[in-house]
Each structure stands twice: as C-alpha cells, then as structure tokens.
C-alpha cells in the first residue's frame, strides 16, 4: 500500500520467506516451524521499538499481498465492518485461541494423551481437503508434527483470510484486522487504526 513511505528493499523480497515457508512444508511439514518467527518477531520488536517496525518493515505476509494482489486486487469500496473494533477483536482472541489450543494439543499429544492430527486443518475446524505430499521422511517425535501442522494451519488460515480480503478490496487489507496491527497500536491511536493498516 502506498501509505507506507519507509518501503524497504527488504520489505520488498520478503515474500519469498511466505511462499518458502508453504513450499517447505509441502517438503517436511517440520520446516512450517520457521514460522513461529512471524507471531515472536512482531512482538520482540514491539517490545524494543513500542512502534510498528515490523508491519512496516519486515512482515513477509503484507509483501506477499503486496506482491501477487498488486495488480490482481479489485479494488471494491471497503466495507465498514473491517473497522470495527469488534471485528479487530475477533481476530485476535481467535489468534489466541489458536495458540492456546496448538501449545495445548501439543501438550497432550507429547504426553500421549491425545492423538496427533498430522494433517492441516483450516481455521481450527476444517480438515484441508488435500493433505500435504512430504517429500522428506524424517523420524521426528508425533508432538512436532502435530505443531508444525498446528502452525502451518494458523499461517496458511490467516493468508487465505487475507487474499480473499486482497482480492476484493485492496492487497494489504488484511492488515486493518490483523492482531499484529491490533495489539501493537499505541492505546490513544487504536480507534484510527484501521484506516492506517
Ligand atoms: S498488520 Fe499483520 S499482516 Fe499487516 S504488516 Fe502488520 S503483521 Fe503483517
């Protein structure tokens, strides 16, 4: 989106790491671990900088819209619903909800008291309907598959989420109800947010 006048070169070849992140896992499912990086990096920068470093910055998912929206997105008018903070605060009990019940199921599935789900599951609730080919075969312990699935299931969710809203609306529109955007705005900015993301 062109509001953001700090574009960095880095900002724009991070979308490889979104679609190397899919691919691996399509290799080992294991490698979706890597991701983990996009829920601790937003926060660790946070942290230090109190600002929106990341979005601005790094975030490999707002260069992947950027970059296969670009010139695809229909560009409708944005529905008000996308700025409401009701909506804003859907996303992000739902990505805690997420993370709960990845880190919890893990849990249970490393204690033996659960079955792994070694299959990716859309939105917490949907088996995907093709199932992953895994070119590797590697002997690692049921619980990091079942969270590498965990974890290429919220990613991939959130992506699909965020195309769909890209397409219709403009590329980066997932960005106005994103949790990152959500939590790392300033308490006094939250209510205008939305227009910025
Ligand atoms: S709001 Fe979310 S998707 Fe958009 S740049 Fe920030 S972290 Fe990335």
New binding site residues.
């Given amino acids: 989106m062109k509001h953001l006048s700090t574009k960095t070169h880095w900002q724009e070849l991070a979308f490889i790491s979104t679609i190397a992140i899919f691919g691996l896992g399509i290799i080992h499912i294991s490698f979706a671990l890597i991701g983990i990086l996009c829920y601790i990096s937003?926060l660790i920068l946070y942290l230090k900088y109190k600002d929106?470093t990341?979005?601005q910055k790094y975030?490999p998912?707002?260069s992947f819209l950027n970059k296969t929206l670009g010139k695809m997105s229909l560009h409708l008018k944005r529905p008000k619903w996308l700025n409401l903070k009701e909506v804003k605060d859907f996303f992000v009990i739902y990505m805690g909800i997420n993370l709960f019940f990845a880190l919890m199921s893990t849990m249970g599935v490393a204690f033996g008291r659960i079955e792994s789900m070694p299959y990716v599951r859309l939105f917490m609730a949907f088996r995907a309907p093709i199932d992953l080919p895994q070119l590797l075969v590697l002997n690692l312990p049921e619980a990091l598959i079942h969270y590498s699935y965990r974890v290429f299931s919220m990613l991939l969710s959130s992506v699909l989420i965020?195309v769909v809203l890209g397409f219709l609306y403009a590329p980066?529109t997932?960005?106005t109800i994103?949790p990152?955007?959500t939590l790392s705005v300033p308490k006094h900015l939250k209510q205008n947010s939305g227009k910025r993301?």
């Fill in positions: 937003p929106k990341w979005c975030c998912r707002a965020g980066r997932w960005c994103c990152v955007n993301a």
